[in-house]
């Protein structure tokens, strides 16, 4: 070959007598070999027959061949010999490596299910001539998951060129971008190679749409959670890059403008109302979350927000201030009145659970914790205490505690020593029957003996024929009712009368009243049922 280094071996063993040729032994068995005519090119070892270049060889420059003649002969005598013609043709090895019309090379593909699609054509050029110009196209390195093949075809301009072709489905999602080692071999006898690098880019399309991580969520938030805060976070995400990737969320249904989405791009929603467990204590939210894609994609995911109570609210009394009455000389232990809160936390719970406390100078009263009843501790005298204010406080037991107090007032009565007394120990009238609701027919009246104003105000109150008769409370005035009285069905009526004084521990006195049902002409004569008879 061309270009071969000085000393290098043609041809190991030009010819050598075998025992099947050459029998003799000793020195009629020894061979030494010459070759014709001489040469300043090639040089032949007389013993071993090894042929050796004395010079390098370029094919561009000589000729193609050079043509002996080597002579083995053995050391007897008589000489015996014998001949061979010997050619020797210089090959033309490549000594250019082919080179590359771009030294790197960049394509663009869209992601997408089609195979056996071409990607581009590479063209390398070979420096030599003949057979080392011809070349062969390979991909050594990049080629991941034997995504693509490379052919040597030629191309419709006649050349020769390595096409790339896509054996399977590109998707973004995996593989974002290729680097192709291209390599291009020469057919020589010592082949020599050129590369370029082939990068392929991937663009991504909306092939992917978003996912919420859940199908439903469910969150707890405290009540008292501030408004435009953030509440609770989801999330979507979507396989694809870019736009395509870039989802944005908004409430399709339940917000009641409770919940919303501060920022589009962000999961996060945040409170947009006044939170109230007493009032409400769940919400249920449709969301969407859509991509940014042609066309677009959207997901749809539930999220289920419980109101968590917490202890937002106070006990509660039913008004600011009290006042109350107790007579005095009754016995330790007498109920005053109750002063009760509430709390309007979840019931049943210690947020809404009340511990009622009374803070009284005179140490005279308790209270009940539960109850809010306050009962007097001794027996009460009211020219040593008429009056007092004592301070009652409810607390709950939440976290923190809240508290509200009110003032009570407390006024020692004089004793209810008398009860009432009726003017008249025998009323009686009379009231014709059919008489319509409107007709006021009595009064009755009773008196007081105590000077007392809560112990002297007396009130009245039926205790038989409610459903023939009214009293007025005040007055004491009796009237009929609707129903209307019927002397066929009773003429004479007994109506108990009760009149009670409005002490706290009240006396009371009863009375009945005759009512005569005076008889009208409201019947027709009737005959028997048999007149015959």
């Given at each position: ?6 000393g290098r071996?043609i041809?190991?063993?030009a010819?050598r ?5 050459h029998?003799?032994s000793?020195?009629?068995g020894?061979?030494?070999?010459s070759m ?18 004395l010079?390098?060889?370029?094919a561009d420059?000589?000729r193609?061949?050079?043509?002996f003649?080597v002579?083995a002969a053995?050391?007897?005598?008589p000489?015996?010999n014998?001949s061979?013609?010997l050619?020797?043709a210089?090959?033309e ?5 082919p080179?590359f019309a ?7 593909l ?21 057979i ?5 196209y390979?991909i050594?390195?990049g080629?991941?998951f034997?995504t693509f093949s490379?052919n040597?075809?030629?191309?419709a301009?006649?050349q020769l060129?390595?096409?790339i072709i896509?054996?399977?489905p590109?998707d ?14 020469d057919?020589g ?11 392929v880019s991937v663009?991504d ?17 405290p ?12 999330l979507?995400?979507?396989?694809d ?5 870039q989802?944005s969320?908004r409430?399709i ?12 791009r ?11 467990f007493e009032l409400?204590r769940?919400?249920t939210?449709?969301i ?7 066309p ?7 999220v289920?927000i ?6 937002d609210?106070a006990?509660l ?5 009290f006042s ?5 000389n009754?016995p ?17 719970t210690p ?10 100078t005179t ?5 009940d914790?539960?109850?809010g ?5 001794l ?9 007092t204010?004592?301070?009652?406080t409810?607390r709950?037991?939440?976290t923190p ?12 009565t004089?004793?209810?020593l ?13 009231v ?5 609701a ?8 009773a ?11 007396i009130?009245?109150?039926l ?6 008769f ?5 007055s004491?005035?009796?009237s009929t009712t609707a129903?209307?009285?019927d002397?066929?069905?009773a ?13 706290v521990?009240a006396?009371?006195a009863?009375?009945d009243?005759?009512?005569v049902?005076g008889?009208?002409?409201?019947n027709?004569?009737?005959f ?6």
């Open positions: 070959s061309d270009l071969g280094a000085v071996t041809i190991a063993r010819l007598w075998g025992p099947e040729l029998a003799d000793g020195e009629r020894v061979v030494r070999y014709t005519p001489p040469s300043t090119d090639f040089a032949l070892d007389p013993v071993t027959g090894e042929v050796t270049t010079t390098e060889f370029d420059m000589i193609e061949s050079f043509s003649v002579t053995d050391m007897g005598t000489v015996r014998r061979i013609a050619t020797i210089v090959a090895v490549a000594d250019l490596d080179t771009q030294a790197q090379y960049e394509q663009f869209t992601e997408g299910d089609v195979v056996d699609r071409k990607v581009l054509d590479v063209v390398a050029a070979g420096q030599d001539q003949g080392n110009a011809r070349l062969v390979n050594t390195a080629n991941l034997d490379i040597t075809v030629i191309d301009n006649g060129v390595g096409r896509a054996r399977r590109l973004y999602e995996n593989t974002t971008s290729f680097d192709l080692t291209v390599q291009a071999t057919t006898i010592v082949p020599r190679t050129g590369s370029t690098v082939v990068r663009i399309v909306n092939d992917n749409a978003p996912r919420f991580e859940q199908r439903t969520y469910t969150f707890g938030v009540e008292d959670q501030p408004r435009d805060s953030v509440a609770v976070t989801v979507a995400t979507d396989a890059a870019g736009l395509n990737g989802v969320y409430i249904n339940g917000s009641e403008s409770k919940f919303y989405f501060a920022q589009v962000s999961g996060a929603l945040s409170v947009g109302g006044s939170l109230d409400r769940s919400y939210l449709y969407e979350c859509k991509d940014s894609g042609t677009s994609f959207t997901d749809v995911a539930r289920d419980n109101i968590v109570d917490v202890n609210n006990p009394f039913a008004r600011s201030n109350l009455s107790v007579p005095e009754m330790a232990g007498t109920l005053v009145g109750t002063v009760l809160a509430t709390d309007a936390d979840e019931p049943n947020r809404s659970t009340v511990t009622h406390t009374i803070f009284d140490d005279r009263f308790a209270i914790t539960s109850t009843r306050i009962t007097t501790l027996v009460l005298d009211r020219t040593l205490l008429p009056t204010t004592a301070i009652v409810a709950d037991n939440g505690r809240q508290t509200t107090s009110v003032p009570v007032t407390i006024d020692v004089p004793e209810n008398y009860p009432p007394v009726f003017r008249s120990n025998n009323y009686e009238a009379t014709v029957e059919g008489a319509g409107t007709v006021n027919f009595l009064q009755v009246q008196d007081d003996a105590d000077t007392y104003e809560g112990n002297n105000r009130s009245y109150t205790l038989s024929h409610t459903d023939l009214v009293i007025d409370p005040v004491g005035n009796l129903a209307g009285l002397h066929e069905m003429s004479v009526l007994f109506v108990t009368v009760r009149a009670r004084d409005n002490a521990s006396k009371e009863l009375t009243v005759r009512v049902v008889d009208i002409n409201d027709a004569p009737t028997p049922q048999n007149p015959a008879s």
